[in-house]
């Protein structure tokens, strides 16, 4: 999972009353994107196949951020999750998850023994 809107954050928050356990692995805020995409006269997207030979269309760049950080979402985990008890932010263990059917439970009970972690890649750009 990605974070790039606060309705994300929410989400989360929205549980207070009954979460209790809250494992975040490899879930990278994305502060801010570039893009650059063909749009109709009225500023919607034109999917690339159906441009091909129309003649439609002019290339846009785009800017779009996100200014919450990982301080923000700690601080609304600690004061809107009172029920909270286990929580584990770290990054590698999902990357070991996809072999079989026990895998992911695997992944959760290595998750309990790991010490959180904030790692360089727990903000990332997007371009495209």
């Not at 760049?61 to 584990?88: I, M």
Request: a positive charge.
């Amino acid at each position: 999972m990605t974070f790039t809107h606060e309705w994300q954050l929410e989400w989360i928050l929205s549980h207070g009353g009954s979460l209790q356990e809250l494992a975040l692995h490899t879930c990278p805020i994305v502060k801010n994107a570039d893009f650059e995409w063909n749009v109709d006269a009225e500023g919607y997207s034109i999917l690339p196949w159906r441009l091909r030979g129309t003649g439609r269309g002019r290339n846009v760049a785009a800017t779009w951020k996100y200014d919450s950080r990982w301080h923000d979402y700690f601080h609304g985990f600690r004061t809107r999750l009172p029920r909270l008890r286990q929580f584990s932010f770290t990054h590698d263990q999902w990357l070991q998850c996809h072999g079989g059917p026990g895998s992911v439970a695997e992944a959760f009970r290595a998750s309990e023994s790991r010490l959180a972690e904030l790692r360089a890649n727990r903000y990332c750009h997007m371009s495209g």
